[in-house]
């Protein structure tokens, strides 16, 4: 069974622009989480999307969002980059929302993103 | 507010000798535990988690874990480290009854010597 994907796996972008990002989870799984790493802070929890509802949002400004389409496929865009949110994002998916059954999540490579 | 403590960031290891990676949280309700790693350039994988029942938990791959609920501690062992365990080890928790978001430590980077 293929794993977790994310495209792309490397970004470069600048300032003030928007970047997309996507990932495709495991097969059969429909809860896909995002996280934020950066050298400072660490891994932070962005937000968790099941049945194309989002569940759950870290702290993180609104210029963050996502989304989850009917196959259960997960983008998240980030409006007006800031140098700051350079980072590794990854993606993770489970078979069900992780709060209520406590299920695995799985990670992806994660995308690589630069703020110029 | 539910947190993790990596107390090492960094721990250096000769191969074959024992490591243990510490791991501390804080939570005011019962938790489900985890250990992850990441190799170089990569995502990360699920190592072992804590749900239930057994304190001790292992992995496939020689390490282990024990939940110390006293101590409120998770702490990561292996009797003896390969080149190939060289890795950067993240600890993270998850509240019984909360949204489910993992929350992680800040990682300890094993690095293992010949």
């Known amino acids: 069974k293929a794993g977790v994907t994310q495209t792309p796996r490397y970004l470069i972008k600048t300032r003030g622009q928007q970047v997309t990002l996507s990932c495709s989870p495991i097969s059969g799984h429909r809860s896909v989480s995002w996280y934020q790493q950066t050298p400072g802070q660490g891994l932070q929890f962005l937000f968790e999307?099941?049945?194309?509802?989002?569940?759950n949002k870290g702290n993180f400004p609104g210029r963050f969002s996502g989304r989850q389409f009917s196959n259960s496929r997960s983008e998240m865009n980030v409006s007006t980059l800031e140098l700051g949110d350079s980072a590794l994002y990854l993606c993770?998916?489970?078979?069900?929302?992780?709060?209520?059954?406590?299920?695995?999540?799985?990670f992806g490579p994660g995308t690589r993103l630069l703020v110029l | 507010a539910q947190s993790v403590t990596q107390l090492d960031s960094q721990v250096p290891v000769f191969e074959e000798a024992p490591v243990e990676l510490r791991c501390n949280y804080s939570s005011s309700v019962s938790v489900y535990l985890f250990w992850y790693v990441q190799y170089p350039n990569q995502g990360l994988q699920l190592l072992l988690k804590?749900?239930?029942?057994?304190?001790l938990v292992e992995s496939i791959n020689g390490f282990e874990a024990e939940f110390n609920k006293s101590q409120t501690s998770f702490h990561l062992r292996k009797p003896s480290v390969h080149i190939s365990d060289t890795a950067e080890y993240f600890c993270?928790?998850?509240?019984?009854?909360?949204?489910?978001?993992?929350?992680f430590g800040k990682g300890t980077k094993l690095s293992v010597k010949p």
């Open positions: 993270a928790v998850s509240e019984r009854g909360s949204q489910g978001n993992l929350i």
């Open positions: 804590y749900l239930s029942g057994s304190t």
């Open positions: 993770a998916s489970s078979l069900a929302p992780s709060a209520l059954y406590q299920e695995t999540q799985y």
């Open positions: 999307y099941f049945s194309e509802t989002q569940r």
